[in-house]
């Protein structure tokens, strides 16, 4: 096996191992991080029509 | 066995359907947190990394990443992995220095042509805009067809007698409708649910993509090693002569001379993918979409594993396929025929038709929902971002700002309509001869050779002008003789004139790129805008919150 078969071996092992790991590690974060961003986003919305409810 | 023989069944029908049924859900569900545009396009940039990165990930992940790589792997089999060395080198790099993206996000826009308009002028910002939806649509042109080709491939969809016969006996039309009709169905799924719920909707959609989609590669990158085994992968080298030294011109594993990749493309491709890295669109849009610059810095360096997994898992899938056919000679002569007759089927269709086969059913469902979220998540965010710049950037601008939220939230809405009219006609009509990456890079290339200098010298040179952008955005318009009728129609004309100059897309793409920077540091220098300008200043007030 020359050296471009050795590299190409640890890019796709690499790319394997790297999905799993970043399946592991950022799944339930992201999930928490999500449910944080939607009540933001539920108090915008409630501002956005207050506001729309008071130049009315 | 035979060609288009598959092991997806009624159950996988039902893993499909059941998991579109769950995005159009999303969509209406997520349309309630829409208050504002920006809730609209970058979800009131309250993302946070993790999120970013899963919902990035969902983004660049799509449908099409894994077609035009598994036909890299399949044509071009391990040399085709230096794409995947060059997006992780250049992300590591961009992830350590925070070059660009940085002080990009420090801006506060919410697109690429808005920062023209704060650091050159509203008109630099409108040609932006259209040059890049321009270059944005083309891009995407061929989106749909190759997710419907997989579909298609997949599942061995055969459109029905009656069908066939309607279509005579109405429109007198004799060709085949099947991957048209899918073609046509995605299209409209993608439309409703971005339609309602913009960014949010992408953004939780994307997220359960991104579940189902990692899984769903894994699982199938395991069962291709199962099936082609260690001395399989091994073979393709030591047996079949494949393709291994990106270095050299020359592709053993075809019979044509001079078809590999060697240093022009190598350099070529490089230039495309740094541009693009920093600075595609949809990809600069999750960028501006989180919440602060140091997120941003930070979302490069952990978009360096998934950056890896898209570019080099289907690689593996497209080198399995070569493997596999390689190793049947009878369903090698098939698919050989299909390609050279033409029709539908061409080297994509390698890689779906090849798992038709190895992945038992029931899973085959599951890894073609992934693929479909893969399809879906792509189209939603290309989608939103052209429609977002036709707004905010095209639109808005020459209305002199006077639109409420609610007209900016309607025109992206028939923007993304109309978009997606324009998508189903291009993909309809459009015959790509080379492969699809090459169109991708070549379309790219139109918006990336004037965005380049454009951005660089915005944030990092005082005397960039105006004068400057406009030539840099019009030398990128140059990207599009890169396409293959235009290469064709450009080289008989060499002939004609009895030269022996022959061009190729690679070369066009370096010298679109050439021009445009050129004549952007020539544009600057000779007209210098009237105001003095801080490249820092551009950065550091912002008109968006």
Known sequence: ?56 | MDLFETNFTSLDWCIVVAYLVISIFVGIWANRYVGNIAGYLVAGRTLRIRLALATMTGTEIGLVTVMYSAELGFTQQYASLYLALYELVILLFIGLTGVVVYRLRQSKVLTIPEYYEKRYSRGVRVLGGVVMVMSGVLNMGLFLKAGALFLVSVTGFTEPEWLQQVMLDTFNYHEPVGLKLIMTALLLLVLFYTVLGGMISVVITDLIQFVILGSAMVIVSLFVVNEVGFDGFSEVVTVQNGYFDPTSTDNPSTAKPDDGIGPVTLTAQFVVLVVALMLWPTGASRTLAVKTPEIARKLYLCSTIPFLARRSLPVLWGIGAFAFFHSHPALNEQFQAAVQAGGDVNTQAAMPLFLAKIIPSGLLGLVTAGMVAAFMSTHDSYLLCWSGVITQDVVAPLLKNELTNKQRILITRVAIVATGIMLLTWGLWYEVSSNLWQYMAITGTVYLAGVFPIVIGGLYWSRSSSAGAYIALLGGLTGILGLDPCIKFLNAQFVAMGTSIAVNSNILMLMTFAFSLLGFVAGSLLWPDDRPHDSQSATAKGANP
């Open chain 1, 1 to 56: 096996m020359n050296a471009w078969m050795t590299l190409w071996t640890i890019v796709l092992a690499g790319g394997v191992l790297g999905m799993v790991g970043l399946l592991l590690l950022v799944t339930a974060g992201a999930i928490r991080e999500l449910k944080e961003s939607l009540t933001e986003l539920s108090a915008d919305v409630a501002e956005a029509s207050d506001s729309e409810t008071a130049s009315k």
